[in-house]
């Protein structure tokens, strides 16, 4: 298979799955079954078919069995009636409880952010994603470095195994603090090489697409660019960020950017080792919050993601919000007027269907022009052929002259400042003084 196509796994090759939540109040119950069919979701895009799910209430987590031993016991018996060959539970598991788990019910199991990072690892495809979430996986596996775990490893395969080397889980810390040590290295060379491509992309507005997985962010980035990005309606269809050139009007051009999506629970070690990635969003000048406004969590997944940008500290940055798949919503439904009524100055779109792009396009302009500075400046007629060079960075919207001068206001980005008054230096060598600013 080649390093650049994503593996395609057939229906033989597919799991049977045991989706297992847990409801630590009873009043809970309704939304841990949303959260298991986001996980169904998850199960699927890994290569799994959901035979059951399960919710157990308690009124905490159990420390050595999660959902507490007798449920446990219970399970065993069903998951050899129901021929299930993988646990996947809906939260993170302690190295004890994946162990009891595993003992008593005789399958590969595997916590939610081991099911994240397996998906992550099928999807990777540049080397700088590959060497992210190679990092992430070695991150997680050290503490879990235990014998059950190679004896699982042998025994299934398949989901939840699919460790960065086949040997991975049978080597010992040592190496792998060493591996993860080099990977941090070559992850600080790549962060400096985007360093250094966002400095030479510095003259132009920069607008990152973010959102919760699935919202429609790469089907957005295609439709407004042209890009042929990958897009699916799967859970983390994209990983790499990907930069287009977008012109919005004549004279009017961004660059944007397409950014991983961002999920409940996001592993830590994932969204630490995806920083270099991230930084797109982090400096941007505009964010564009891609929303599925037609899911059933829409108001759950808004916050996960203004979370998300807060621990990546991209939460200063402005932001406008984009409701997406419009053409989904059922008549009726009230839910976009409300949030509409919430964020006033957001966009309803279907970048499917390519629904009110214009009124995307227009806002876009609209943010772009605010951050744009005006200055007038009185130029001597000797000296005029040195301020058309500016032409090329500002607009001119104001003109008049007199015998010996012209007066003229010029409209620019502040991001093209230092190439505007560096000509007007020039052409201030005489007589020219700015009027204001």
């Not at 990907?242 to 592993?267: H, N």
Request: glycine letters at 6%; a negative charge; hydrophobic letters at 40%.
């Amino acid at each position: 298979m080649s390093d650049n196509k994503l593996h395609t796994i057939t229906r033989s090759e597919r799991e049977r799955a045991l989706l297992i939540g847990l409801s630590v109040w009873p009043e809970e119950r309704e939304t841990t079954l949303e959260h298991l069919e986001e996980l169904e979701l998850l199960a699927d895009t890994a290569g799994a078919d959901t035979v059951l799910k399960v919710v157990q209430g308690l009124p905490r987590k159990d420390s050595a069995f999660f959902i507490g031993k007798g449920k446990v016991e219970e399970l065993a018996q069903v998951v050899k009636d129901e021929n299930i060959t993988l646990i996947i539970v809906d939260d993170d598991l302690s190295p004890v409880q994946a162990r009891n788990l595993g003992r008593m019910l005789e399958r590969k199991v595997i916590d939610r952010s081991g099911l994240i990072l397996d998906i992550f690892a099928q999807r990777a495809r540049s080397s700088e994603a590959r060497t992210q979430v190679e990092l992430a996986q070695l991150q997680y596996m050290l503490p879990r470095l235990t014998r059950q775990w190679t004896h699982l490893s042998k025994q299934f395969g398949g989901i939840g195994t699919k460790g960065p080397g086949e040997t991975q889980i049978e080597t010992d810390r040592r190496m792998i603090r060493s591996r993860i040590a080099h990977l941090r290295e070559k992850l600080e060379r790549i962060e400096v090489q985007r360093e250094t491509q966002r400095k030479g992309r510095g003259d132009h507005f920069r607008v990152a697409l973010v959102g919760y997985t699935n919202a429609g962010k790469s089907t957005l980035m295609n439709e407004l660019s042209g890009a042929a990005v990958h897009a699916e309606d799967r859970l983390f269809a994209t990983l790499d960020s990907t930069v287009r050139a977008v012109e919005l009007t004549p004279g009017r051009t961004i660059l944007l950017s397409d950014t991983v999506g961002f999920i409940r629970k996001l592993p830590s070690h994932l969204v630490a080792s995806f920083r270099s990635t991230l930084a797109e969003a982090r400096e941007a000048d505009l964010l564009l919050h891609v929303v599925d406004v037609a899911s059933s969590t829409v108001r759950e997944q808004i916050k996960v993601v203004e979370e998300t940008l807060k621990e990546i500290e991209a939460d200063r940055i402005p932001v406008v919000m984009v409701f997406n798949k419009v053409d989904l919503l059922q008549p009726g439904d009230e839910t976009l007027a409300e949030l509409r009524e919430r964020y006033p100055e957001s966009v309803a779109i279907s970048a499917m269907r390519g629904l009110h792009i214009h009124a995307l396009r227009s806002k876009l302009v609209e943010m772009v022009e605010e951050t744009f500075c005006e200055r007038l400046v009185r130029i001597p007629l000797a000296r005029y052929s040195y301020f058309t060079k500016v032409y090329d960075y500002a607009d001119v919207i104001g003109k008049e002259f007199d015998e010996e001068h012209a007066i003229i206001k010029i409209r620019f980005s502040p991001k093209v400042r230092d190439h505007v008054e560096h000509i007007l230096a020039l052409a201030m060598a005489q007589e020219m003084s700015p009027l204001a600013t």
